[in-house]
């Protein structure tokens, strides 16, 4: 279609919030060579949006897609950024197209100075060949046998809830931290990681902190300068490096050991025939350590407090949890007869996913939703603002996890991305999802869990979606029949 309908006049479209992109046509061009391009906001209106990304990114993110639609582009520090809100954008630039598209961003190098080069941050012919040797640890039928280790460790963590005093709240993300990075200890490395948890949780949170404040402070002072706020940081990759190393260290002293994740990188070889070098074990082994446990932490937290604020929803699961365990322990043959457990874990990936921003810089010229993408733009991708678009998902600021029971209402590809997707989808994926529903079968069968008074839940977006110093709850004991509330805490 010509724009200009051959007609020898110059036409200007401007967008409107959910149209097309501008588009500058002038007489005898045909669509193939019409500029685009995208709305934004600009001049003072630009510097006010500016000053809200740094105080509310997620809100920023939100305003600017309800307001400018499916692409929007404001230029940061003469840098073109876009963030793009449509599922078809999204599976451009993540799938279709993602080879013209890196993950050489700020974001990703900022984070490199905690996981290095490891999975997460690796780009190009080294991603792809680390990623084929470590695939193998999540094939669905290994991760069937790490259910076991699951559940007891959520067994594990209220046995200990059940030593504390009454009427103390828990801080609810803590205990989540903790109890991911047990499992994660023990399905991966095959070790026993509850004694260092909380110094290995406190490091991971001091270390992403660390990643935001430099990725929001373009005039940080260098690294090597030795101000508090660096030798803290130090100190938390030490703590993270000397855990790595007693991992390995202990494996290579016992020769042979368990067929799990460690072990993968231990006995891979290069097309050379060497192994894996240690700075590079060292990368993989924090990826996983960081990545494993802080976004299945940040969603079980959540979880349990949109139940706390939802108890309608909360009813029906406990009502499915008490029909199919009846107060025993829940094992991974049980998940697909708790598709309501399932659906609460879902709904609350959707409204708060851990990873909440994923970012790409554009290789070459591009064209996204019929916008022009110039080479070396920044893309920004937030599965906060995608999952929260009232056209993909009716009631979307609403806690409803029945959507994900209702298979005429499937939403688009890449309308529901929590773990990213295409070729760089998470390659723990289904690993978390195993890992929250069968923790949060566990840990509701036993305790109902309140917001403790006088704290309003506010959300950090840092690395991934934290609440804002904690969240602090009360719980209170249920029978296993769920028939009634035996103590409060």
Known sequence: MNCC?????????????GGACRLTCRSGLSSALMKTTAPGPAGPDLLRQIRTILADPLQFLLDSAR????IVQFPIG???VYAVNTPDAVKHVLLDNHHHYSKNTLQYRTLALVTGNGLLTSDGEFWLRQRRRLQPAFHRARLAGFGTAMTAAAGRMLERWDALEADAPLDVDAEMMRLALEIVGQTLFSADLSREADDLAQATLTALDFI???????????????????????AALRTLDQAVHRLVAARRADGAGPDDLLGLLLNARGDDGAPMDDRQLRDEIVTLIVAGHETVASALTWTWRLLAENPAAEARLHEELGSVLGGRTPTVDDLPRLPYTRAVFDEALRLYPPAWLITRKALKPDEIAGCAIPAG????ISPYVVHR?????PD????????????????????????GGGPRLCIGNTFALMEGALALATVAQRYRLRLAPGRPVKVDPLVTLRPHG?????????????????RQR
């Open 389 to 393: 678009q009232p056209a993909l998902w």
């Open 396 to 419: 979307a600021e609403v806690f409803r996890p029945e959507r994900f029971l209702e298979k005429d209402a499937d939403a688009p590809r890449f309308a529901y991305l929590p773990f």
């Open 212 to 234: 935001i404040y430099r990725a929001q402070t373009p005039l940080a002072p260098p690294l090597w300068l030795p101000t508090a706020r660096h030798r803290r940081f130090r």
């Open 470 to 486: 904690g969240l602090r709850m009360t719980w209170e004991r249920r029978s296993t029949t769920d028939g009634g509330r035996t």
């Open 67 to 70: 307001t400018y639609g499916d």
């Open 78 to 80: 003469g840098l073109a």
């Open 377 to 380: 733009a920044l893309i920004i």
């Open 5 to 17: 309908g051959g007609s020898g006049i110059n036409l200007l479209c401007h967008r409107r919030p």
